[in-house]
């Protein structure tokens, strides 16, 4: 799967009604990727398909600010960026994310592309919390 940075090739912003960018995960160039069924997440609204999981995105997670309100970001599926659990994230994640696209031009091979491997968790790994400071 390839991770576009979405404002370029979407036009994504996220969460909808703010400026803060997001990266979208595109798989044949499109946004809806094989994914590992699960009826609960068509139950729950999540997929139309089971077996079809669609805008996944590395975006602002935990607290961030919309129209002068702080809301909270978490959805399924997702990957979040926060800057520490008691401040607005927003412009830390648009600086993470602008490194982010800065570096994927860089690239001497498939200028503007991150590449990422996925892999399936096993259901008795723990998911991990990575701190990284972008300074």
Known sequence: MLLIFSNDRFGLNYP?????????LLQNNSLELEAEPSEASVALGYREFANIASSIMLHIGGMYVKEGQTRYAASEGCEGIAENSTSASNDYVDKVMTTLYNQSEKSKIAKGRIDVIIEKRQKTDIPQNVNHKIE
Do not use: F
């Not at 909808?16 to 979208?24: D, H, I, R």
């Open 16 to 24: 909808k009604g703010t400026s803060n960018k997001a990266l979208a």
